[in-house]
């Protein structure tokens, strides 16, 4: 069991920006998800990022939403942009056991999960 660790988040007024980060050791090694809960919805996907770098993003997020990952750091990051009020969730990260260099899911199927990291986007 892997232990991951999210933190970054805070309160933004719209149209602004916030990091989030998520720390879990041997990441070099792992595939990496982002996924979101509002409330009263179910948990959703974000991004993931691949052993290789390769980002996958839900299309409703492309262009706001970048992810990353420094391994040195063992620490992987989503840049959000132009915020919205519904961007308003707890952002969950995810880790898995990568199997294939250049391929992330964005299904919900991780099997190592961060305890979460409230986002709040006030308009």
């Known amino acids: 069991q892997l232990q991951v660790v999210e933190f970054g988040g805070g309160l933004v007024q719209a149209g602004g920006s916030l990091r989030v980060s998520c720390t879990v050791s041997?990441?070099?090694?792992?595939?990496i998800g982002w996924f979101r809960q509002a409330p009263g919805k179910e948990r959703e996907a974000v991004s993931c990022?691949?052993?290789?770098?390769?980002?996958k993003y839900v299309d409703s997020l492309k262009g706001r939403f970048t992810i990353s990952r420094d391994n040195a750091k063992n620490t992987a990051y989503l840049q959000m942009r132009d915020l919205k009020p519904e961007d308003t969730a707890v952002y969950y990260c995810?880790?898995?056991?990568?199997?294939?260099?250049?391929?992330?899911?964005?299904?919900?199927?991780?099997?190592?999960w961060g305890q979460g990291t409230q986002v709040t986007v006030s308009s």
């Open positions: 990022i691949s052993m290789s770098g390769t980002p």
């Open positions: 041997g990441l070099e090694f792992l595939t």
């Open positions: 995810a880790a898995d056991r990568g199997y294939a260099w250049s391929y992330c899911s964005l299904d919900l199927k991780y099997d190592n």
